[in-house]
């Protein structure tokens, strides 16, 4: 397989965008709502949930679109990984953007981070811990930490606490991303 460096730039069919985002990034919102799930609650982001569900849908078909595996959206499963139930993905808007971890993520996931909003951007990966090891510290004195309730510097937007990593330190070799997503799909596969 042929090796393929990031950022890598993909763009959705009509017929995907109107999966991501007219079917399961509106049914995620709607299951968030009813089960009142962070993103409906937060007044500082529930205007823009619909938004925040259909794009990051968006990211994971792309990631699924781009490692030739097929995507269903893990719709009624909030357990099950993105993609292949392999791997996570997060989406960000802009493409300067750094991975974003939560801090109830499984530190040995592996997470794919998209940015854009179409065409969209995979601009790498890493394992959790890899990346909460190299989130950014912030604060003065003792107040210095890595989880975080405010939004990284230059940017408008606040989510909950999260480990913020930027991007130089993902790995960007996107060939082996995908070998190591049907490497592992396999492996579920066989367990079947």
């Given at each position: ?7 890598f ?7 995907d965008r109107n ?9 995620r ?7 009142k799930?962070s993103?409906?609650?937060?007044p500082?982001?529930?205007q823009n949930?619909?938004?925040?569900n259909?794009n ?12 030739e595996?097929?995507?269903d ?7 099950a ?15 300067s ?5 939560e801090?109830w993520?499984?530190?040995k996931?592996?997470?794919?981070l998209?940015?854009g909003?179409?065409p ?13 090891d190299h989130?950014?510290?912030w604060?003065e ?5 890595k989880?975080?309730h ?31 997503v049907h490497k592992?799909?396999a492996?579920?596969?066989a367990?079947?």
């Amino acid at each position: 397989m042929k090796k393929i460096i990031g950022p890598f730039e993909l763009d959705l069919s009509e017929d995907d965008r109107n999966l991501a985002g007219g079917d399961v990034g509106v049914r995620r919102q709607n299951s968030a709502r009813k089960y009142k799930r962070s993103g409906v609650v937060d007044p500082n982001i529930a205007q823009n949930g619909f938004w925040y569900n259909i794009n990051g849908a968006s990211g994971e078909l792309v990631v699924a679109r781009f490692a030739e595996v097929p995507w269903d959206g893990c719709l009624g499963d909030l357990g099950a990984k993105d993609v292949g139930n392999v791997l996570q993905v997060r989406t960000a808007e802009g493409h300067s953007w750094p991975l974003r971890i939560e801090e109830w993520d499984n530190p040995k996931d592996l997470f794919v981070l998209v940015t854009g909003i179409g065409p969209w951007r995979i601009q790498g990966w890493a394992r959790g811990q890899h990346a909460i090891d190299h989130a950014d510290v912030w604060g003065e004195g003792e107040k210095k930490e890595k989880l975080h309730h405010y939004p990284p510097p230059n940017r408008s937007w606040t989510h909950g606490a999260c480990y913020w990593c930027e991007q130089k330190h993902l790995d960007r070799d996107l060939g082996l991303l995908k070998r190591w997503v049907h490497k592992e799909m396999a492996l579920l596969e066989a367990k079947k």
